[in-house]
């Protein structure tokens, strides 16, 4: 990937090179956790990620994530169950850092904005009472577009990544972590990765979060359009 990308990493300083944390990026391309992972290494720590099953099954992608020991989730059937938590468990329990993208899929906003998030990522820093970092990207379209085949390794490409401070999760500390909670953590999270891009971009996002459910599509699988 070094031959495709270029990165320009604004602010590494605020991804913390120990202790366990959730690094929570936006989502929009299939090789993202590729490029989130050799942004974390370069930065001195080795993630591992929560990604949907089907990534493991992506030409290079899914075998750079199974060589790195990534943890699969899938999410419906018969496999879909607790392990991957579980997993992911492990490695904040052994201090290390967890990757989760809590929009869940690639984003279905028709602009590639964060769209609404699942509670994943909120609920491991709640339960475990580790911090959140948030982090954009931008660019990694042009290397592979969303629900792309192919990856454009020329002209080389430029890829800029912004990591932002640990996200203010002191409000919901302590408290019953039932749907409304953890749905309001997630909000807080989305909102500062959201304001990352944004930055990133030079634009404003919609003032409005894409959901998925208000425009009759499948919260999983590939959408076109």
């Given amino acids: 990937m070094s031959i495709a990308v270029r990165f320009k990493v604004i602010d590494g300083e605020k991804l913390p090179r120990r202790g366990a944390y959730v690094v929570a990026p936006n989502h929009y391309s299939e090789i993202d956790p590729v490029m989130i992972g050799m942004v974390s290494w370069h930065l001195g720590r080795m993630p591992r990620f929560l990604a949907k099953g089907s990534l493991f099954k992506v030409p290079v992608v899914g075998w750079l994530l ?60 709640l339960e475990h009472d580790i911090p959140v970092i948030p982090v954009a990207h931008w660019g990694t379209q042009e ?73 009759d599509q499948k919260e999983t699988g590939r959408f076109e359009g």
């Fill in 66 to 125: 199974r060589k790195s020991g990534q943890v699969p989730v899938e999410r419906a059937g018969s496999t879909r169950g607790a392990a991957p938590l579980q997993a992911a468990q492990k490695f904040v329990d052994d201090g290390g850092i967890i990757i989760i993208y809590p929009e869940g899929s690639l984003t279905r906003d028709p602009d590639l904005w964060p769209m609404r998030g699942k509670t994943g990522a909120a609920r491991m820093a």
């Fill in 143 to 215: 290397v592979m577009a969303r629900y792309g085949k192919k990856i454009s390794f020329f002209p080389r490409k430029t890829v800029t990544v912004k990591f932002g401070d640990p996200v203010d999760l002191s409000a919901f500390r302590g408290r019953n972590l039932d749907s409304a909670t953890l749905a309001e953590a997630t909000a807080v999270i989305m909102d500062a990765i959201t304001a990352l891009l944004e930055d990133l971009r030079g634009e404003k996002a919609p003032a409005t979060r894409w959901n998925p459910a208000d425009h």
